[in-house]
């Protein structure tokens, strides 16, 4: 298996960012196989969704519906509704796995691959990708 790090700053604000460029650029060349892209973080998630159309602002917009920054939440350390960042990886998981064939990411046209995290109190990210080769 072959793994690499990348080191993100997401900002001070609830964010969607694109990996699929940091993506591609890793299974160039590595023939078929499959890649897993993970956060190792408790507050953020990968998803695989069309950005660049409004769709990326449309997902933060209905996580905020779904998990609102209040007070409801029993996780209380951080910012106000920092509770509801511990949450959103059980909607938007902390990891996929994504088919490579010749050293090509196989997603639909639309399709790309996103960080995405709500987290304004810790803006330093890190993804793992795996390749495993098959």
């Not at 990996?19 to 650029?25: I, R």
């Not at 939440?73 to 088919?99: C, E, I, K, Q, T």
């Amino acid at each position: 298996m072959e793994t690499a790090v990348l080191e993100l700053h997401t900002g001070g604000s609830p964010s969607v960012v694109d990996l699929t460029a940091d993506t591609a650029d890793f299974v160039r060349g590595k023939g078929d196989g499959l890649l897993n892209v993970f956060v190792p973080h408790a507050t953020a998630g990968v998803a695989i969704i069309e950005v660049g159309a409004g769709s990326d602002h449309d997902l933060l917009t209905a996580l905020n519906d779904l998990l609102p920054t209040d007070n409801r939440w029993s996780h209380v350390h951080g910012s106000p509704g920092h509770g509801r960042d511990h949450v959103m990886p059980a909607f938007v998981a902390p990891s996929v796995a994504l088919p490579v064939i010749d050293g090509v990411l196989q997603l639909g046209t639309w399709q790309s691959i996103v960080l995405v995290d709500l987290n304004i109190d810790n803006p330093e990210r890190r993804v793992r990708l795996s390749f495993l080769a098959g």
